[in-house]
């Protein structure tokens, strides 16, 4: 099987076009999108739609279960917080109702396990060696599985547990390997956050057992020009000129 996994689209729907174009030509079997469908930018509802049409299987992100009503973004900055409110006002109650009801994780044909934040906790974020040790534990407890896609820093990276010790990996494909444990990141769909503004995702080959980072523009320009055109916040649109 070859799986497309996905996260934090965060309401930018011509970086999710653009993605669905690019996977038209990678033969993907199933696309596992890891949450934060909505919040910062302009189409929510689009992307929603869109991921409802095109059969994605998808897990709640934090933003998600905001803009739902599930909680409060009490402990949100200014920005994302008010993007969550605007996004509430202008999601229809059949999405919203579609937001309340994702699961928060999801083992996909029992090969890998789908996270958003922490293996038991959708808001808290894998930022080290120390929080993917943890998380490493964690994934034991919860699945039987050595390889877990996690979301919610909105940057490509790969943590790997060898013989009990946190290995950091940047490369753009991994082969994997027995005894070797694996938590993956593929990036910030709608929102990038490392300094490349272009839309990243990953391929997974259960077959071949390998993983591949993929990147693909988009028109940023447009999205921006919807992020002003809505009211929402300037910066939440220049940061995407700069993938940050």
Known sequence: MRYAVISDIHSNLESLTAFFDKIGTLDVDKIICLGDIVGYNANPNECIDLIKGKGVMCIMGNHDSRAAGLEEPTDFNLLAANAVYWTRKVLTEENREFLKNLPRTLLVDNKFLAIHGWVNDTDQYILGAKDALTNFKLL?????????????????????????????????????????????????????RDRDPRAPFLIYDSKKSEITFYRVQYDILSTAEKILAA???????????LGW
């Open 231 to 241: 009211g929402l916040p300037e910066r939440v649109a220049e940061r995407l000129k």
């Open 140 to 192: 034991k407890e919860h699945a039987r599985t050595n390889l877990c896609f996690f979301g919610h820093t909105h940057v490509a990276i790969s943590y790997l547990e060898v013989k009990g010790s946190v290995v950091l990996n940047l490369d753009s494909s991994i082969k994997l390997s027995k005894g070797i444990n694996y938590l993956v990141n593929p990036g910030g769909l709608g929102q990038p």
